[in-house]
């Protein structure tokens, strides 16, 4: 992998884990190991934002969802995050989001928060890899209940690099403002029943309750889905350099996988689902299934 796109995957690294501090540019310069002038310039070629944008972009969403989950008080929030004042802080915010700190505590809505997607792994999904090792990929059958999924169509997309080109990568951020079922938002690939005309196979979105009557963001729909088996595939935990070896692992599996030796067969009118690839976790992805 390129020495440029590792010195920006430092700096992005850095800010993570001081952001509720300090963040000078000569401190990324030294995680970068670049000058200063010269780590700035690539950050901004390959994040498509200055260290000061991207920072506090990343600020501003983490507050947001301290406010919508934690209930704290905006003016601890607005110094805990590094913003000098709470003046400037609800400034910031309103021109972020469209509304203020005050009125997203009292009525949260779906908002577009900012996901900070490190720029090795766009490169990692551009590589080919092949599995040196055979991993332990862990299967369990779970039951999803009726619900309705908020999601984002496509084109032409059926994977998640092409989705991200067709519709951006700010989905995500919306989606992750919401509360969902599962704790988290899902990709899906729909089948044709759930699918419109010109519309992409691949789709991201959040589960919610069968009865949802809340905010649907502009621009997404809103599918029904029955109640459905499922199994769920789980890799091993992985480390973040061999994240596409762990995808490939789990969708090998479930590709020579053969349900009927539990009592199933694979259930083509429900949606395959994936998760967030998190290397703690190992990669998780579901299949609907049904009773032989």
């Known amino acids: ?14 800010i993570e884990e001081h952001l509720d501090g300090e963040i000078t540019p000569a401190a990324l310069a030294r995680a970068a ?3 200063p002038w010269h780590a700035g310039r690539l950050f901004r070629v ?7 944008e991207y920072i506090r972009r990343l600020r501003l969403s983490r507050s947001a969802l301290r406010l919508k989950n934690e209930r704290c008080r905006i003016t601890d929030v607005a110094f805990e995050l590094g913003f000098g004042s709470a003046d400037g802080y609800t400034r910031a915010f309103s021109r972020q989001f469209g509304c203020t700190p005050s009125a997203y505590a009292r009525h949260p809505v779906p ?3 900012f996901v900070p997607y490190g ?10 890899t092949t599995m040196e090792q055979v991993q332990s990929v862990f299967l369990q059958v779970i039951r999803k209940p009726e619900r309705r999924v908020i999601l984002k169509r496509g084109v032409h997309a059926a994977d998640y690099f092409p989705y991200c080109e067709e519709v951006g990568c700010d989905v995500w951020g919306t989606l992750l403002s919401m509360d969902s079922l599962c704790g988290e938002p899902v990709c899906l690939w729909l089948p044709e029943a759930y699918r419109k005309p010109g519309t992409s196979v691949y789709v991201q979105g959040v589960e919610v309750e069968a009865g949802y009557d809340g905010a649907v963001p502009e621009g997404f729909d809103v599918i029904r889905l029955p109640a459905a088996d499922y199994l769920m595939f789980q890799g091993e935990p992985f480390a973040e350099e061999d994240y596409c070896q762990a995808i490939s692992a789990v969708q090998q599996a479930m590709t020579r996988y053969d349900p009927s030796v539990i009592g199933y067969v694979w259930d083509p009118d429900n949606p395959r689902i994936q998760l967030e690839p998190r290397g703690e976790r190992g990669y998780i992805e579901l299949k609907a299934v049904k009773k032989k």
């Open 46 to 52: 390959y994040t498509g934002l200055t260290p000061a």
């Open 119 to 128: 720029v090795k792994f766009r490169a990692l999904g551009k590589e080919r």
């Open 33 to 35: 190991c670049f000058s």
């Open 111 to 113: 908002i577009t928060l």
């Open 1 to 14: 992998m390129q020495e440029q796109v590792l010195a920006v995957q430092r700096m992005q690294d850095y």
